[in-house]
């Protein structure tokens, strides 16, 4: 049985868990467009447990990284494993969309590559604390910053409607049963019975969609991804920092990005096309108007025309990379 998440694949078998290895997803593929090997500054957005920093920084003597994640422990982790490379990586607690903030309170010039990495690490999704998976019974939590005064899974759960809690796994698990799901969890609310583990959660679920054939991926799967998402606020603001990464960038830089859900890079595909001068108006709004209003300008090349997905290989090798798809960019030298 699969337990497949935004970001991350796990059998129900060791592969992949605690103490495995850790594997940086389309490694290969992510330094062939960021170019690291040309020296100067590189923002990895999401450093996770910093195996894309680590390939920068060995690619060059010339390279340094700005390692950014909201996740403190995955921060301490990443430094741990890059402190041989000295002050050429410094780690900044901060979200990644926070990128300018941390570049102007750092003093830093424009980079030459900013990475970001969307997915959920290995540290996040295997640790059986952190409410990620229900391979693990422990607080339904999933906040990537633990730390922070947000939401946790099961307040959200407490406190939104039965429509609201509905709408976040439909729109963000895409899961057809989302109504029924949402019903159940507001009658066991009402029960004196609120959902507050992993366990609970993916029992309750297992119940409500009523699947009784042999699963190949468990029926909470979409609903955990749903709320991960919502907790974290994952899909806002991306238009935006995807504007702010190039507008940092210093001309001829490269932008990254790795997503591992059909949201998140249908956000990617529309905003790189608008930066490369791609006008991504809604069509009928557009024929009332007769204007451009998105915001289009050619800024960028994209480097990707279609997304670049993990080979077989890869696949085989990494199951978490399954989904992953990348996108990239080369910021124009002069901008028109």
């Known amino acids: 049985m699969f337990e497949q998440d935004h970001g991350a694949v796990v059998m129900a078998a060791p592969l992949g868990g605690r103490g495995a290895p850790h594997r940086p997803v389309l490694l290969r593929e992510a330094m062939q467009f960021l170019a690291p090997e040309r020296g100067g500054l590189f923002v990895d957005c999401t450093v996770g447990l910093g195996g ?15 390692g950014i994640d909201r996740d403190g422990a995955a921060l301490r982790a990443a430094s741990q494993r890059l402190a041989h490379f000295g002050e050429r990586f410094r780690a900044v607690h901060a979200d990644f969309r926070e990128i300018d903030r941390v570049l102007s309170e750092l003093a830093e010039p424009e ?12 540290l996040q999704f295997d640790s059986p ?12 939590d999933m906040r990537m910053n633990p730390d922070s005064a947000d939401e946790s899974a099961a307040d959200l759960l407490f ?11 439909f729109e963000y698990g895409e899961e057809r049963n989302s109504r029924r799901i949402a019903k159940w969890i507001v009658e066991s609310r009402e029960q004196g019975k609120p959902i507050t583990t992993t366990r609970e959660l993916a029992e309750l679920v297992a119940r409500a969609t009523g699947k009784k054939k042999r699963w190949q991926i468990h029926p909470a799967t979409r609903t955990f991804q749903a709320l991960r998402i919502a ?28 997503s591992f859900h059909s949201l998140e890079d249908r956000i990617m ?25 998105c915001g289009a300008r050619r800024a960028v090349e994209i480097l990707t025309k279609r997304p670049v997905v993990p080979d077989a290989i890869e696949m085989d090798a990494n199951p978490r990379s399954r989904s992953a798809k990348l996108r990239a ?3 124009l030298i002069t901008l028109r």
Do not use: M, W
Request: aromatic share 6%; hydrophobic share 40%.
């Open 329 to 331: 960019c080369r910021k």
């Open 159 to 169: 406190r939104l409607s039965e429509e609201e809690i509905a709408a976040i796994i």
């Open 269 to 293: 595909k529309q905003e790189l096309r608008k930066h490369a001068g791609y006008c991504v108006c809604d069509p009928r709004s557009q024929a009332l108007t007769k204007l451009c209003i």
């Open 52 to 66: 894309h920093s680590e390939a920068i920084l060995e690619s060059s003597s010339g390279t340094r990284v700005i």
């Open 231 to 258: 907790v974290n606020r994952e899909l806002e603001n991306l238009g935006q920092f995807v504007a702010t990464a190039i507008d940092l960038l210093q001309p001829d830089g490269r932008f990254v990005v790795i």
């Open 129 to 140: 604390a952190r409410g990620f998976s229900f391979r693990f019974d422990a607080p339904l």
């Open 111 to 122: 980079p030459v590559g900013v990475l970001a990495d969307l997915g959920v690490s290995s």
